[in-house]
Structures are given as C-alpha cells and as structure tokens.
C-alpha cells in the first residue's frame, strides 16, 4: 500500500518499536493539542477557540499537563474566560436549587448517579474537557487507518505481528473496533494475529519485571541486567498505557 499523508503517523509508530503503538500517537498527539492551545500560535487569543475552550474546559490531568507546559499568559487568559463562565452558570444552578425533600428510604436506598442537580452539574464539568475531546475524535480516525492499512497493506500487518504488542488498554480498544471494522472473515485473521502477539508481549514484560526484582538479590550483582533496566516503565505502560518516566511536556522558549 502506498504510503499516503494520513498513513504516516502509524508507519511511524509501528517503526518506533515501541511497547505500544497507540501509546506512541497518543503522547505526540497530546503534545501537538497542547502546542496548539497555548504554543507560540497563541490560539488562545483566537475568539472562536477560547469559546471552545470555555464550553468544554479542562480535566485535572490536562490541567496539570498546561501547567507544567508554561506560557503564564496563555493559561491566565483561558482561565479568565472559563472562570467568567463557570461562574455565570455557578449562580444560575445555585438560583434554581431547591433542596430535596428525603425519607428515611431514601436514606437505606442505595442509589447510583447523581441525584443532586448541583453535583451532576458539578460532575459534567469534571468529565468535560476540551483536549481529551480533541484527542478522541482524532483516535478515533487513527483506529479506522489501522484497520484500512491492516486489510489492505501486507507490510503492516506484518510489522505488526512483529511488534511488541499493544497496552492493555489499546488492546481492548482494537478488539471493540475489530468487530465494528472487520468482516467475519477478517475477524479471524485479526484475532489469530493478536492473541499471541499479546500473550507473548505480556509474557516478555513479565519475565522482564521478574528479572529486575532477582538482580536485587545479591547473588545476582553481577549477572547481566538483560532487558531489565525500565522494566518499571514499560511495565506500567503495558497494564495502563502512557509514558511514566516521561518528563514533563515544555513549551519551546
């Protein structure tokens, strides 16, 4: 298959040899979406954008993420602009609330959700945010690529089968899109493609953990380390994905 401009990315991540693929479009996605908040394109000046951003807000993940980023300005002006609204809404729910009256079943029931109208409200802004909205619709696309090129390119299906294998948490996702994405017949392949490279990867970050532990052991101080050094890391990307010796993303200065 011809490598075109929207099949990059994967060639990429599929070439970088990483624990996870997703993982690794993840992250530079992530970091181009905060670039574009409040990199030097200074899009948090543009009206249409920091309306965007005021709707959805941000979740405390990203918000530390624009924290550790910089650009003082750029994160006092969206803040500004997302407090005045915040606060607009704040006073209408206040207005409006009248407490709920509660009986003694109410109290003995267990009840799921929100049944406070302030702390729903509340728990919409929580799960609101603008970059982790961004990033879905563009992961979404990326899954429906992966599949194009895995039906259609030899090369990367045979890349993949020659990887490390997905984290635990991609994995679940390409095996919900698989049945949405695929024929019975691709299914199958897919599958039969999948399962082992996720059990030997999973196996092979295993035996790298055990590994790390025994060299503690002072009989083992002068074995060889193996692949053992980030067996922590990659580990823990494995089972939830992500990066955790990355440092911090930096705006360029």
Known sequence: MKEQLYT????????????????????NVEQDLLDFV?????????SDVREQTDQAGFCKNH??????YGNTLGNAWILKTHYQKI???????IKSFTPGKTSLKDKLKKTSGHTNPIGKWVAEKESSCYICKRF???YA????????????????RAKVKGGKGFCLCHFGDLCEAADKRLNDK???????????????????LSEDVSWLVEKFDYRNKDADWKTSKDAIQRGMQKLKGGYPADPPYKANK
């Open 8 to 27: 990059i990315p994967l060639n990429d991540a599929i070439n970088a040899q990483d624990e996870c693929p997703f993982c690794y479009i993840e992250r």
């Open 38 to 46: 409040l990199g030097s394109g200074a899009s948090y000046m543009e």
């Open 63 to 68: 918000f530390k993420k624009m924290f550790d």
């Open 87 to 93: 606060n607009r809404e704040l006073q209408e729910q």
């Open 136 to 138: 879905a619709d563009t």
């Open 141 to 156: 696309r990326y899954l429906d690529t992966f599949f194009v090129m895995f039906k259609k390119d030899p090369e990367f």
């Open 186 to 204: 691709e299914k199958a392949e897919f599958y039969e493609m999948l399962f082992p490279l996720m059990e030997e990867n999973m196996a092979r």
